[in-house]
């Protein structure tokens, strides 16, 4: 198992040393693509920047609340889009009967499919996770810490949905573009103030779309520096990933191969 | 010689129609993939009637910039919907991979406009998303907020709008793609658009809350009367404001046919076409 995790990784590590050099290759498309994504979590900060300039107050959430919520999704969805892409694939591989390729290798097919894509664009997520600190008052190395581990655990929930939901294309045909738009909405669950969720929509957080243990959780715990909080998006995101694991295995149990693999003797 | 003329552009047309039919028909015939788009759009609407209303409540007014919790929530679920009509797949994506495949060379090639058949393609494969996202954000607003009253001409001018928007729209997207010719990827150069229109085009914070001067520039940029002034119009008519947003779209269309037309010319350029 040990050994198996050490693999991907290594693994993991030469596909995105890969993908960045052949990214380097066409450099005038590489900083725009850089440029764009850092242009996208940079929109939201103008929206609300603008929007807390006309009402500084949203049921007790400010800009500096904002910046910190902003900062830690953009890390937290950033660093599994950069290392891991391939898990929003994944629902098109299995339409396609396209995971034969992948299940002839030595390691589990699910780590080798999540590596084998990288975002390098996704750069621009980590480029803008720094603006974001240099905005915010407290630049504490404790402070650092905390977001740097909350962004690991809260990119955790995030790749287990990613799982969970592309994993449904063992059961319903043609499901990559509904997967596509399940992880859209998950991420949209992390770009508003989270003091306007409550009632339905704070339900809707808890169960269907887990934002709230991948960016309103965290967020507290940050503001914080809540060991309880932190235990608590800790404990949820490791069981919420096991979780996945499980769906994924079962429904490679219903997997219909496309035939894609000959073997020549 | 005028019958002949007139044979000729029925033909012409017909082409154009039978290509919008085309893209209508095989965007039609996935019916799972349109609904899954709405429920997005649904539930970020759903989002923003969290947000505003805590605002709405927070302020302690029934009207902001001039429109009521109802009346917003109806501009920003249209102008929603009428983005996410047009993407995915956006024009710029469709051009790039075909300059990429080498497929640009044999369209560029046949009886037709170019630029017009990539239009009519462009707008038949968005009916059917903007006909089932129009209806179902109509349907998430009344659960909300409830109906707001529009007359018949607020709905035929805001239509009108909206068409002229959806052609701005297209003119820049498909510069983008056509910029493949140059810059091999133009992901970069789209999400850049896509995030100037997500600010400047009220999708998400309606230029009526924006600080004055950047409101009166927000308002002569392409990026708001493609889809949110529409929506504006739509909901809460005024003569003075269609004018002045009929004035501005004419403007970037003529602005955005010349970018067009310009990139297709030099990048014709550097095609090279080879027999076979």
């Not at chain 1, 242009?39 to 939201?44: H, P």
């Not at chain 1, 650092?144 to 059961?171: E, K, R």
């Not at chain 2, 600080?211 to 392409?222: D, N, T, V």
Request: proline share 3%.
């Amino acid at each position: 198992m040990l050994g198996n995790c050490i693999n991907c990784l290594r693994l993991s590590f030469e596909l995105f040393k890969l993908s960045f050099l052949s990214e380097l290759e066409y450099r005038f498309s590489f900083f725009v693509k850089v440029l764009g994504i850092f242009a996208n979590d940079i929109t939201f900060l103008l929206i609300w920047y603008l929007y807390f300039m006309r009402f500084p107050d949203l049921n007790g959430w400010h800009f500096k609340e904002t910046l910190v919520l902003l900062g830690l999704s953009a890390t937290s969805y950033g660093w599994v889009l950069m290392i891991l892409r391939g898990l929003t694939q994944l629902a098109r591989t299995i339409c396609r009967g396209e995971l034969d390729y992948y299940l002839s290798f030595p390691v589990h097919p699910l780590s080798l499919h999540a590596v084998s894509r990288t975002d390098i664009g996704s750069i621009g997520d980590i480029l803008y996770a720094l603006i974001v600190f240099g905005l915010y008052p407290d630049r504490s190395l404790a402070f650092i810490v905390w977001f740097l581990v909350l962004a690991f655990f809260g990119g955790l929930v995030f790749a287990a949905f990613l799982i969970l939901s592309q994993s449904i294309a063992f059961y319903v045909a043609n499901f990559e573009d509904a997967a596509e738009q399940l992880w859209w909405s998950m991420i949209a669950f992390c770009l508003y103030p989270q003091s306007v969720f409550d009632g339905a929509l704070r339900l809707v957080m808890l169960t269907v779309f887990p934002a709230f243990f991948m960016c309103s959780l965290p967020v507290a715990a940050l503001l914080e520096f809540s060991w309880t909080k932190l235990a608590l998006v800790a404990s949820f995101a490791s069981c919420f990933f096991v979780l996945s694991l499980g769906v994924f295995n079962r429904g490679l149990r219903r997997y219909e191969s496309g035939n894609l693999i000959s073997v020549l003797r | 010689m005028i019958p002949l003329m007139r044979i000729s552009w029925r033909r012409e047309i017909l082409k154009y129609l039978e290509a919008a039919r085309i893209s209508f028909r095989s965007r039609a015939a996935y019916p799972i993939t349109l609904l899954s788009r709405l429920l997005t759009i649904g539930l970020r609407i759903w989002i923003f009637y969290a947000v505003y209303s805590a605002t709405y409540r927070s302020v302690g007014g029934d009207q902001i910039g001039g429109l009521s919790l109802a009346q917003l929530l109806w501009v920003l679920a249209l102008t929603q919907s009428f983005q996410a009509s047009m993407r995915p797949p956006s024009i710029s994506t469709i051009v790039e991979e075909e300059i990429r495949s080498g497929e640009f060379a044999y369209t560029v090639c046949r009886p037709f406009s170019y630029v017009i058949y990539h239009l009519a393609s462009h707008i038949g494969r968005s009916l059917p998303t903007l006909f089932v996202n129009v209806c179902g954000v109509c349907a998430v607003c009344l659960v909300l907020v409830g109906p707001i009253s529009v007359s018949t001409s607020s709905v035929g001018l805001g239509l009108l709008c909206l068409c002229l928007g959806i052609i701005i729209d297209f003119l820049l997207t498909f510069s983008i793609g056509l910029s493949a010719l140059w810059i091999e990827d133009t992901f970069g150069a789209f999400i850049l658009y896509q995030k100037t229109q997500l600010v400047l085009g009220g999708q998400i914070l309606p230029l009526t809350m924006f600080p004055g001067l950047m409101r009166s520039i927000a308002e002569r940029l392409p990026f708001a009367v493609s889809f949110y002034s529409a929506a504006h119009l739509l909901v809460d008519f005024d003569y003075p404001l269609f004018w002045s947003v009929i004035g501005v779209q004419v403007f970037w269309i003529l602005a955005g046919a010349l970018i067009a037309q310009t990139c297709f010319r030099r990048g014709m350029r550097s095609v090279s076409i080879n027999g076979g």
